[in-house]
């Protein structure tokens, strides 16, 4: 299998899953950026929980699903993001105000777009979820 973008295929098997209504979700691979993506996942009350398991030079990441997923994707290209733009980015990948979040890459980490917003910080939009 060839993982030309590991962080979009985790979050469109998360969102296939959320579709057809299971309780969790496997995906054959884990990295940091997905660990990070998950966290904010978790501590916005999107998942459950997850786990990363190995088993031997092999890395499974095990999702529990709440069924709180409308839509959650990548976005390709990686915008880069300035304070101003935030706005702009809502309206097009959040179907409302308040309603879901944008997941920023910023020289401090990978957060929401609220957190980034609140530190004055751009960065680089990588996903969205509501």
């Known amino acids: 299998m060839s993982l030309n973008d590991a962080l979009s295929i985790a979050l469109s098997t998360l969102w296939n899953a959320e579709k057809v209504g299971r309780d969790e979700c496997l995906i054959n691979f884990n990295s940091k950026i997905i660990t990070s993506v998950l966290n ?35 976005i390709k290209p990686r915008y880069p993001l300035k304070i101003e733009d935030y706005k702009k980015f809502e309206k097009r990948y959040l179907p409302a105000t308040n309603v879901g979040i944008l997941i920023v890459s910023t020289n401090k980490g990978i957060m929401t777009h609220r957190e980034s917003r609140q530190n004055n910080l751009g ?8």
Do not use: H, P
């Not at 501590?43 to 499974?60: L, M, N, P, S």
């Not at 960065?123 to 509501?130: E, S, T």
């Open 40 to 74: 904010i996942l978790k501590r916005e009350e999107y998942i459950k929980d997850f786990q990363v398991i190995k088993q031997g030079k092999k890395t499974i990441t095990k999702i529990s699903l709440l069924g709180n997923i409308n839509k959650c994707l990548a």
């Open 123 to 130: 960065g680089k939009l990588i996903a969205f979820c509501y």
